[in-house]
């Protein structure tokens, strides 16, 4: 794995930057089913940020939720040993609270965080402006199944 800053040591201009992506995201939704727009952006350790939004069809399960969107590009186009650390996510809604990741997206994103720290930032229809909740992978995801499980089966 490439070296990393702590996950949860975002800058206040690298925090603002996540966020704005995650919500300018949304204008990229494809929801006709459920109308309900999500953005999400990825902070890399090597400074680069990806953004994904849903993306609904017709049978349902097919989507794809904007954090999965926003991840699997990354994974699918760097080998193994040259893949950045994943430093932070912010997730964006139109709702208030805002949403948190489903119970899948917080599956994948546990598969590719190298710490349980790893901060998950969500914002709610008032974006910027409005409340942030901040948690980590962890606290969504408590007790955990993941990589290194799979050295127990040996």
């Known amino acids: 794995m490439a070296s990393h800053q702590n996950p949860a ?3 206040k201009d690298e925090l603002h930057t996540l966020a704005s992506k995650a919500i300018d995201a949304k204008a990229y939704a494809y929801c006709p ?15 680069a940020y990806h953004t994904g939004s ?8 097919v989507g794809i939720c904007a954090e999965r969107c926003a991840i699997a590009p990354i994974v699918a186009s760097i ?21 948190s990741p489903c119970g899948m997206c917080r599956q994948f994103i546990n598969e590719f965080a190298t710490s349980k720290d790893l901060p998950i ?34």
């Open 121 to 154: 930032y969500m914002y709610g229809k008032d974006g910027l402006d409005g409340d942030v909740v901040k948690m980590t992978i962890g606290e969504l995801l408590p007790m955990s199944f993941g990589p290194n499980d799979m050295d127990r089966n040996k």
């Open 33 to 47: 089913y459920s109308n309900f727009r999500v953005g999400a952006c990825v902070l890399l350790s090597t400074g």
């Open 54 to 61: 849903n993306v609904e069809v017709a049978s349902t399960p």
């Open 9 to 11: 040591s975002l800058s």
């Open 79 to 99: 080998k193994r040993p040259d893949m950045p650390v994943i430093r932070a996510i912010a997730v964006a809604t139109d709702i208030s609270p805002p949403a």
